[in-house]
């Protein structure tokens, strides 16, 4: 396979794509500098066999820790759901709302 050339606008140089002549799937440039920014792209390459998927939207995500259901966009909804709902909860035991009455 002849490696790829490129031609370098301003200058007019042309530059040989390291991709082409590398054994590495992923150069080191596009690891530094595209990878860093596209964080779900950068998990899906990386980090395939850490990959878990949200419960809630099916995203694949790299979870924190072996609990981790929710990638981090969800998990703040999920979460504040969830206190919600224990604090509605804890307050009918206590007295401090009524049930509604129909």
């Known amino acids: 396979m002849l490696p790829h050339i490129w031609t370098i ?4 140089e042309e ?3 390291v991709q ?3 054994y590495s ?3 080191k440039w596009f690891r530094s500098a595209v990878l ?12 395939r066999d850490e990959l878990k998927r ?9 979870p924190g820790s ?3 259901k929710y990638c981090k966009s969800c998990a703040a909804k999920v979460h504040r759901r969830q206190k919600t709902d224990s604090d509605r909860k804890r307050r009918l ?7 509604k009455k129909h």
């Open 54 to 62: 949200c419960s809630v939207c099916g995203q694949p995500f790299r």
């Open 93 to 99: 035991a206590c007295g401090q709302l009524e049930s």
């Open 9 to 12: 606008e301003p200058f007019g």
């Open 25 to 27: 799937l992923l150069c």
């Open 36 to 47: 860093p920014l596209d964080k779900s792209l950068e998990t899906v390459l990386l980090f």
């Open 15 to 17: 530059c040989v794509c």
């Open 20 to 22: 082409s002549i590398s």
């Open 66 to 68: 072996n609990r981790a």
